[in-house]
Every structure is written in structure tokens, then in C-alpha cells.
């Protein structure tokens, strides 16, 4: 790479894109990496504000920003994901399908510390659509010496996981236990049964059963463990999970002999939720505040039981950092911080 100035460059290839911006109106590539400079394109630079361009001249141990943009892109991208071509050194990854994106945010912040290469994602286990951005690849300078490459290349490549990748979400027989006396004798309308259908069929998921039960610790518990000899894959029990003498519904999840992960989350709206599981089975207890609050712990957990993951105790003590609802008068939920973690 040489700087020369644009008079004298005449019949020489640009080595980076330069983009010609309009305030308000538009931003568009005005010439690429490889064009070769006519005597036409002397002004058209000068307009740009160039006296003088970088033309290429290649170098062994150096790699353009666009070809080592695309490389890292390559690497960093793992199942789930595509990429873009490169412009200006970047080069963006999309979701192939919906799902949870994952983050290896450990590998990513050593990648991020190499100078001169930058990975930028959305936050670890987010859910996204096909065709969306989920992350972009940067190279600051024109080039990078081949080594950094090298070396990012090989943390993104660090078994057991891909630096980044999208999980598909799995269609699970789903079964749904409403409990309360008052819903049971029909004094008071159930409206958990339509929140949970709203909730769960983005995801795919198939309604194996549906029952509404008094609070007695005894028949939910055996409604749990039919639905699980039914075959369910999921199973919601909702309401009666407050500290009231009259909410069974912990006990009953206990006693339905499935093993509690936790009862109580660093979450707000949702401390009182628990998550247990019979055999491979989740199971999940959720307090009436769903009826009331849009956005709960609930749908921080759906998405990822639905790409088959398993929960554990220490995933649910990281939801501490944003788990924190600010309660917005207009929601804007995902695209907020609730529910965001730096952590793994």
C-alpha cells in the first residue's frame, strides 16, 4: 500500500472502498477496492475531499482489511449463520433461521483485545429472526498483519463451541396446568391459557393437555406426572406461588418428584418463578405477576428450553445484571436492557 496523490495516480488500483455521503440525503460506495483510476476519476476524488488515495501494492505479511474481515468471519461464524459480502472492511453475519444466538463473550473480549480487529455482536442468548445481523466483522486499518489474523482466527476456532452461532428453536409437547380454586369452580375467568398459547407457538410449540385444578398440592402433582407419561416435553404450572398459605403450587412441583433448580430469581417482575425438572422434562412454576406484566422471567427462560437447553442454577444467578424491568409506559422489550447479561 502506497499514498500518492490522486494527479499522479492515474491507471493505479484503489486499495479501499470510499464512500460519498450527502447530509440527509444518501450514503453510497463511490469506488471500490480494485477500480483502477481513470483521468476521469481525478475530480470525482477531489469532490470526495482527496488529494490523495492509497493504491494497492501488495505485501506478504500483510492482508487487505476486506479479504481479513471476511476471513474472520468465516471463523467466528459457527452453525446457524452466514455472511455478507465485505465493504469497507466489514463484513456483517446473519441468522439463517430463528432461534438463540449465542456468544462465547470470554473468547469474544480476546479477540477484541488483538489491535486493529473488531467483532461487535447482539447480547448472548437473544432471540432472532432469519436474515437478521447478529454481528459484524471490522478491520480498522487498510490491512493487518497476518499473525493477528492468525491469532484471532485460532480463538475463534476453541473447541467446545463456536465463538458464535444461532441454536434452532425445537417444536416440544407442551403441557399446561392452571391452578386455583377460584378458576376451578369458575368464580374467576382463566386467563393463563391464552397468555401461554401467545407466548409459547413462536417457538412451535404443540399442546399435548390443558387442565385447570384446585389447589391441592396432591392433584397437581399427578397432573404433572401424567402429562409427563403422556410424553410432554414442557410443562407449565402456573399461579400459586407466593408465599400465601393457600399457594401449594412449590410443593406440589416437589412433589411431583421433579428436582427444583431454583425457587426465586434475581429477576424483576418474576422473582417467585421456579424451574425443576422430571428426568429431561422441564417444569416450571409461574406466578400470577405474568397476567399482569408483559414482560416476565418467563420470557427470558421460554427461548432457551425451546432451543434445548438445559437450565442450571448458576444461568439464573447471572440474570441478576439487567434483570431489572424499568417498566416503560410504551414497551419496547426485547429491544432493551432487560434481560441483557455481558455474562456467558
Known amino acids: 500500500m502506497r499514498k500518492v496523490p490522486v494527479g499522479d495516480a492515474v491507471g493505479m488500483t484503489i486499495c479501499h472502498d470510499m464512500t460519498r455521503i450527502i447530509p440527509g440525503q444518501q450514503k453510497n460506495r463511490e469506488f471500490r477496492k480494485g477500480d483502477i483510476i481513470t483521468p476521469g476519476d481525478v475530480n470525482r ?38 455472511w455478507k459480502e465485505p465493504n469497507q472492511g466489514k463484513v456483517n453475519i446473519v441468522a ?11 473468547r469474544l473480549n480476546m479477540i477484541n483485545r488483538i489491535e486493529n480487529l473488531a467483532i461487535a455482536t447482539l447480547h448472548n442468548n437473544q ?17 493487518v498483519h497476518r499473525s493477528k489474523l492468525d491469532e484471532a482466527e485460532k480463538i475463534c476456532c476453541q473447541p467446545p463451541e463456536h465463538l458464535l452461532s444461532v441454536k434452532p428453536f425445537q ?50 402433582a399427578e397432573e404433572i406426572r401424567y402429562l409427563v407419561n403422556e410424553g410432554a416435553e414442557l410443562i407449565l404450572v402456573t399461579g400459586g406461588m407466593s408465599v400465601d398459605p393457600d399457594d401449594v403450587t412449590p410443593m406440589a412441583i416437589r412433589a411431583s418428584g421433579a428436582d427444583v433448580v431454583f425457587y426465586g430469581a ?19 412454576g409461574i406466578p400470577a405477576g405474568a397476567l399482569f406484566n408483559k414482560v416476565t ?3 427470558h427462560i421460554l427461548p432457551r428450553i425451546f432451543a434445548g437447553e438445559r437450565i442450571e442454577r448458576e444461568d439464573i444467578v447471572q440474570m441478576g445484571h439487567g434483570g ?13 436492557t432487560f434481560g441483557k447479561t455481558t455474562m456467558v
Request: glycine residues 10%; charged residues 15%; aromatic residues 8%.
Open 266 to 284: 434475581p429477576v424483576l417482575p418474576g422473582s417467585m418463578f421456579m424451574l425443576a425438572y422430571q428426568g429431561h422434562v422441564p417444569v416450571c
Open 45 to 82: 476524488l477531489r469532490l470526495l475531499g482527496k488529494e490523495h488515495v492509497y493504491v494497492w501494492e501488495p505485501a506478504p505479511e500483510h492482508v487487505h482489511e476486506n479479504e481479513a474481515a471476511l476471513r474472520l468471519a468465516r471463523h467466528a461464524a459457527g452453525p446457524g449463520l452466514a
Open 297 to 299: 422471567i418467563l420470557d
Open 96 to 106: 439463517q433461521y430463528n432461534g438463540i444466538f449465542k456468544v462465547r463473550v470470554d
Open 127 to 143: 432471540v432472532v429472526k432469519k436474515g437478521e445481523v447478529v454481528a459484524g466483522a471490522k478491520v480498522i486499518p487498510l490491512t
Open 171 to 220: 417444536s416440544l409437547w407442551t403441557g399446561v396446568v392452571i391452578t386455583g380454586t377460584e378458576v376451578y369452580s369458575g368464580r374467576i375467568k382463566d386467563g393463563f391459557g391464552s397468555l401461554l398459547r401467545r407466548k409459547t407457538s413462536p417457538f412451535g410449540a404443540r399442546m399435548i393437555g390443558h387442565v385447570i385444578v384446585p389447589d391441592n398440592a396432591n392433584v397437581i
Open 324 to 336: 431489572l424491568c424499568q417498566n416503560c409506559l410504551v414497551c419496547h422489550y426485547p429491544n432493551c
